[in-house]
């Protein structure tokens, strides 16, 4: 019974650590999983200091990632420790498990990651329709809220860089846009077209990195409208 048990662990939380699975119940529809933390105590989030003192305990129910196109529920047993220091302004805190759960959060983050890679590469209305086909319920406006939530790539900064314009009402209201023409990304943009205010951007996109080359490197390709030129 105890191998069964750790296979299941395995299965189940390859990658986290501290989790003991309990009983798991299956049906046609869906699959939940009784889970609890192992580790002797947690660090309050308020003053990062351990502590062992449990307060009282709840069940959360995150969603997770479904298996054999059913359901999955975790049930986790979550413990709620004392703060040992009198000063901090947490009395009692809940513990989280890394990996796993997050502070208010109703999915697991293997589940938040799935669905914020489906979003990244379906976007929010195709997206939500493709979770539903492997079983998950959302809205594309929750598809777009977890994208929107990852954090923004490394970009390098460019080597040849594009100026032209953009119109914020065509006809009244132009500003400038500086392009990454390698990448064919927008690197800044400013709210006019005129003047030397894209040599100034230019010069804050060249500083934003270390690896960027020396000034003399740094190239820039003309405009396709003749409102701005930019040198090679």
Not at 47 to 75: K, M, N
Not at 110 to 125: E, K, P
Request: proline residues 7%.
């Amino acid at each position: 019974m105890e191998e069964v048990v750790l296979r299941l662990e395995e299965l189940l939380f390859p990658s986290i650590a501290d989790v003991a699975v309990l009983p798991v119940a299956v049906n046609n529809e869906a699959v939940r999983v009784e889970a609890r933390s192992t580790a002797a105590g947690a660090i309050c989030p308020g003053c990062a200091i351990w502590s062992q003192r449990i307060h009282s305990s709840y069940l959360r129910f995150p969603t997770d990632v479904p298996s054999g196109g059913r359901q999955v529920a975790l049930c986790l047993r979550v413990r709620r420790f004392l703060c040992p220091v009198i000063s901090c302004g947490r009395r009692t805190f809940a513990e989280q498990l890394p990996g796993l759960t997050r502070r208010y959060g109703r999915r697991t983050e293997r589940l938040r990651s799935t669905l914020a890679a489906v979003g990244l590469a379906l976007a929010g209305r195709a997206g939500a329709r493709m979770a539903r086909v492997f079983g998950v319920s959302v809205s594309r406006s929750t598809v777009l809220r977890l994208v929107e939530a990852l954090p923004d790539p490394e970009v390098p900064a460019p080597r040849v860089v594009g100026v032209d314009e953009y119109a914020t009402r065509k006809g009244r209201h132009y500003g400038t846009v500086l392009v990454d023409v390698e990448s064919r990304r927008p690197a800044s943009r400013l709210a006019s077209r005129n003047g030397p205010g894209w040599r100034w951007s230019a010069a804050i996109v060249h500083r934003s990195s270390p690896k960027v080359p020396r000034p003399g490197h740094h190239r820039r390709c003309r405009s396709r409208t003749g409102g701005i030129f930019g040198t090679t």
